[in-house]
């Protein structure tokens, strides 16, 4: 989808679901060339819900890694992150009994403490992006203290990032277009792609 960004004329952003990409023209990393655009790999904004948040915010922190790493010297400059109901702390996610994570990681935190750092985004501060969080109070799912200590931990660290907690919301509030949250996001989203 190619809209133009409030306020700034004619300049142009695109978003692309990967997924659907590749489902219609098959796997690599020709997207520009696939929807006849160009594609300026200097300025990507990323987002994410929930494990995509995770996701969103560990690609945000590869550009600070050894390139021996996962993600490490990534071809794509990440201007700006901006995570929805995400789990930065796989650690803590596991600590309060995270269903998903046992399985995910292949085992516990103690036995495995290398792949829980590793997918870690709180462990590879400071990502040296603008970071927006998005949260709801109500999270039942992912509780809001992971956005809370990732938060602080990137400000702690120098990074530009700031939280948007909205009481009203739960975990699954941010997939519905038409939800107050989603509109939240989707409006800062611009903004902030706006001022970059």
Not at 47 to 57: E, I, K, Q, R
Not at 80 to 89: R, T
Request: charged share 20%; net charge neutral; hydrophobic share 35%.
């Amino acid at each position: 989808m190619e809209r133009g960004v409030p306020g700034r004329g004619r300049r142009r952003w695109l978003a692309a679901d990967l997924r659907g990409h590749r489902r219609r023209h098959g796997p690599g990393p020709h997207l520009g060339e696939k929807i006849g655009n160009p594609v300026d790999t200097g300025r990507f904004f990323i987002t994410g819900h929930s494990a995509g948040g995770n996701l969103a915010a560990w690609a945000a922190s590869r550009g600070t890694n050894n390139t021996g790493e996962p993600g490490g010297a990534p071809a794509l400059g990440v201007k700006a992150c901006f995570p929805m109901a995400g789990v930065y702390d796989l650690t803590l996610a596991e600590d309060n009994k995270d269903r998903y994570m046992i399985p995910l990681m292949g085992g516990e935190p103690e036995t495995y403490p290398d792949r829980y750092a590793m997918a870690s985004p709180i462990k590879h501060l400071p990502t040296h992006h603008h970071l927006v969080c998005f949260h709801g109070q109500n999270d039942s799912v992912v509780p809001v203290a992971q956005a809370q200590t990732y938060l602080s931990a990137a400000q702690s660290a120098g990074d530009n990032a700031e939280g948007v907690i909205l009481p009203d919301a739960s975990h699954n509030s941010w997939t519905t277009e038409k939800s107050h949250p989603w509109q939240v996001a989707h409006d800062r989203i611009l903004a902030t792609m706006a001022g970059q």
